[in-house]
């Protein structure tokens, strides 16, 4: 029922894809236009979308709960303020990958496909395709299947 | 979702259809966090604990609970979570009750806790979230979960131990320790009852 309220308010979303509970989508003007979901992909309970920016979802992608996508960037160079917005850049999730619970992904950030993320990472950074994030620690399971 | 099971179709499909989108449906669940938005929160209350227990959980005497907790999980739901006496349960906790989640009697959870019983089977590189697994949480006496700590599936946490906060547990960990990290580590030994203050 949610996955089809989303698509009915203009959201892209591929076939056999499920929200389990309705997801956050904040943001300024048409913020639905610019999130698109693959197909058979799973997001558990209370996704945030920060939708500054396009966010890019592959297919078979699940994703845990609380997990957090961010796209409003921020100059941090000024002392007497350190968030004064930048722009944004947008997001790309690619075929296959897992993002466990709680996760922050921030803005600009490509992750690979078939990435695992462990849950409560924070991913600042571009992962490669294949790799495993769990705390500081990266592991590349490229050769599990 | 099995993948690669023959898609259903006409009514058949209709009937999967209507029992996928109705099961996460638990009236008593509903009325539950109606009645809990009446409540004061800010204040760990018996009231709450009464209402958890009048819904169909089982807790113990003398557990108090500041906020409700974001609860889910499938039908076995109301069986699946078993709390012992004089526990504190603070704001915004998340009870993923897909298997059983059991916290013994004194455990004080804070802010933000995140108890998880489902998780994936590793995949191939296609699909890396695979099958789902469950396995059961369960929290020893008097232990002590700081804020915003993700207990993940299949974890026991010892008597007594304490987990500091933000920290991941993905591991079993002993009675009267501290652990920590992203995953956590045993950081300390703590002193057991009866045993001197190191």
């Not at chain 1, 930048?86 to 296959?96: D, L, Q, R, Y």
């Not at chain 2, 590793?122 to 700081?146: F, K, S, Y």
Request: charged share 20%; glycine share 12%; hydrophobic share 45%.
């Amino acid at each position: 029922m949610t996955t089809l309220a989303l698509r009915l308010s203009g959201v892209q979303i591929g076939g056999a894809s499920i929200f389990w509970g309705m997801p956050k989508l904040v943001g300024p003007g048409n913020i639905c236009a610019r999130l698109s979901v693959g197909t058979y992909c799973g997001f558990n309970a209370r996704a945030y979308f920060e939708l500054e920016d396009t966010i890019t979802i592959g297919d078979h992608v699940a994703v845990g709960q609380d997990v957090m996508f961010l796209t409003a960037a921020y100059d941090t160079s000024d002392p007497a303020r350190r968030a004064k917005p930048k722009g944004s850049a947008p997001i790309e999730v690619g075929n296959g990958a897992w993002l466990g619970a709680r996760c922050t992904i921030m803005p600009g950030v490509k992750i690979g496909a078939g990435s695992v993320i462990g849950a409560s990472v924070v991913v600042a950074n571009d992962v490669p395709p294949n790799m495993l994030l769990m705390g500081s620690r990266r592991v590349s399971i490229a050769k599990w299947r | 979702m099995d993948r690669d099971a023959p898609k259903p179709t006409g009514w058949k499909k209709v009937k999967t259809l209507l029992q996928e989108e109705t099961q996460g449906i638990h009236p008593r669940l509903m009325a539950l966090n109606a009645v809990g938005k009446l409540l004061p929160g800010g204040r760990a209350t018996l009231a709450r604990a009464q209402l958890f227990s009048l819904a169909g959980f089982r807790i113990g005497r003398g557990t108090r609970f500041v906020s409700s907790p974001v609860i889910n999980g499938g039908a076995a739901l109301f069986s699946n979570l078993v709390i012992g006496d004089d526990c504190v349960i603070d704001t915004g906790c998340v009870f993923d009750l897909e298997e059983r989640i059991t916290l013994a009697d004194r455990v004080t959870l804070s802010p933000g806790v995140m108890l998880l019983t489902s998780t994936h089977e590793l995949d191939i590189r296609e699909h890396r979230a695979g099958p789902v697994q469950l396995a059961p949480v369960t929290i020893g006496e008097g232990a002590w979960l700081g804020a915003r700590c993700v207990i993940l599936p299949g974890v026991t946490i010892g008597a007594g131990a304490i987990v500091n906060p933000g920290s991941v547990v993905n591991k079993d960990v002993l009675a009267q320790t501290r652990v920590g990290g992203m995953p956590a580590t045993q950081l300390e030994v703590l002193a057991g009852p009866g045993e001197a203050r190191a």
